[in-house]
């Protein structure tokens, strides 16, 4: 029989007020934030780790993709300026226009970046624009967008509750060294991953599971010569390959990728079902689960994969990749239907791929002043798997700290915020919000939107 402790009413000094306040500093909140900031509002942005960048740095989720709609590249804005900022630092490697095509010798140029569509069907897989990146350099980057946009970040503290008053969102409480602290403000952004902010003020959500992984990095590794041994024996390149992700228990079919520091390898891998990314005993067992995986493998890629004989164990990733926990059941559940079919939605602010984001996936029920951003957004389990990468819930994040700023700058919730200011400031910011659907969108008929 479970007990159950009674504490007293927290109390919390104020330590901040703020017009948005976004909890969560992973690639979602940081681009909330640097929205809202660049459309007026003041900005307090809450992280419980050391740093910023959440899965793109503590995770290591070292390939930015799901751009593309054929030659079309459909994310950009914050992204792209992240991008930009990296590859000057040398920190981000993507392959040219002119390379972006299906051959065997494009495939030996690129492959090993994770540069190309992987939902394609055609062997080799076209490269295509993506990127990869190094995890300090998204740190790095982060900092300064968040600095240069004046934004008040508040490290080292860990999101307790939210502060609810006549059904809306007025603030939240962080557990922090100093004990709790509040912050309060007008909107409300949960960029958590997890919707801590929106599940705890009682908005309806969904909860499922699906992989989690303990990204790891390789040092010392003669990428050319191991890429020469793939490409001279492609027969016995597979099967070593296939005994180290059976070791490894799961893994994309490329289980390492190269980065842009020489000799250093991502794996993006060991893949574990069966795990809990909300539970705390869950998560520490997942941990070890992995870390015993990879501690197993090592020695075996040393010795029998060429290109690796000196290889190390570099680090393990601060965070563990956990891709599906808690999802909103906001005023609109994205569907797989509509991410396959394409369906473009007459309230997109935001775009992935080839699938488009409507407004109110972004808006919880049954509390104001609210909006989420990131891979928790208002979707069934199927449709969230397909539309989670860091790209698009970096458009959601620009689009829900666009709409935070402007329903503090008009006075009015962000629920009746209209989604076509949004979409122009949008543009204004260098994003595309999806209001201009592609050639294969499957388009609403008038009739069919809420307004």
Same mark, same amino acid.
Request: charged fraction near 25%; charge should be negative.
């Given at each position: ?228 041994? *793939?490409? /001279? ?5 597979? @099967?070593?390959?296939?005994? #180290? &992700?059976?070791? +490894?228990? %799961? ?35 997942? *941990?070890? /689960? ?5 501690? @197993?493998?090592?020695?075996? #890629? &040393?010795?029998? +994969?060429? %290109? ?53 996936? +972004? ?89």
């Amino acid at each position: 029989m479970s007990q159950i402790v009674s504490l007293d009413a927290v109390e919390a000094p104020v330590v901040q007020r703020s017009d948005v306040i976004v909890v969560g500093g992973g690639p979602a909140g940081v681009s909330a934030a640097v929205a809202a900031a660049r459309t007026g509002a003041s900005v307090t942005l809450l992280e419980r780790y050391a740093a910023l960048g959440g899965l793109a740095s503590g995770g290591m989720v070292l390939v930015l993709d799901d751009m593309i709609n054929g030659n079309e590249i459909t994310v950009t804005g914050i992204v792209d300026e992240y991008v930009e900022r990296m590859a000057k630092l040398g920190l981000a490697v993507y392959p040219p226009a002119e390379d972006r095509y299906s051959s065997p010798e494009m495939w030996a140029k690129w492959g090993r970046w994770g540069a190309f569509d992987f939902h394609s069907h055609t062997n080799p897989k076209p490269i295509c624009y993506a990127v990869a990146f190094d995890p300090d350099g998204w740190k790095r980057v982060s900092n300064d967008l968040v600095r240069e946009s004046g934004i008040n970040l508040r490290l080292h503290s860990w999101f307790s509750r939210p502060v609810v008053q006549d059904g809306a969102v007025k603030g939240v409480v962080c557990e922090t060294k100093s004990g709790p602290q509040a912050v309060m403000g007008d909107v409300v952004i949960d960029t958590t991953g997890d919707i801590d902010v929106a599940s705890r003020a009682g908005a309806p959500y969904a909860q499922d599971s699906y992989l989690v992984t303990l990204v790891f990095r390789l040092g010392g590794v003669d990428t050319a010569a191991a890429e020469r041994f *793939e490409q /001279e024996n492609p027969r016995e390149a597979r @099967a070593i390959n296939r005994k #180290i &992700k059976r070791m +490894l228990g %799961g893994a994309w079919e490329l289980w390492w990728l190269k980065t842009p520091v020489p000799g250093v390898v991502w794996c993006n891998c060991p893949h574990m079902t069966g795990f809990d990314g909300t539970d705390p005993v869950s998560l520490t067992e997942a *941990e070890f /689960e992995a870390r015993a995986r990879i501690g @197993a493998v090592l020695d075996h #890629i &040393k010795a029998e +994969l060429p %290109g690796f004989g000196n290889a190390y164990l570099l680090d393990v990733a601060e965070q563990m990749g956990v891709r599906q926990t808690r999802l909103l059941q906001g005023e609109y559940v994205v569907t797989k239907d509509d991410v396959t079919s394409r369906r473009h939605f007459a309230d997109s602010v935001a775009r992935g791929r080839d699938y488009y984001t409507p407004y109110r996936a +972004l808006l919880p029920r049954g509390v104001d002043q609210l909006l989420v951003a990131g891979r928790h957004y208002s979707a069934t389990p199927e449709a969230q798997r397909m539309s989670r990468e860091i790209p698009p819930c970096m458009a959601m994040g620009q689009a829900a700290g666009i709409a935070a700023a402007t329903a503090v700058e008009q006075g009015v919730l962000v629920r009746d915020v209209d989604p076509a200011v949004v979409q122009h400031r949008m543009r204004e910011q260098g994003a595309d919000p999806g209001d201009v659907p592609s050639e294969n969108a499957t388009v609403d008929q008038p009739e069919e939107v809420v307004a």
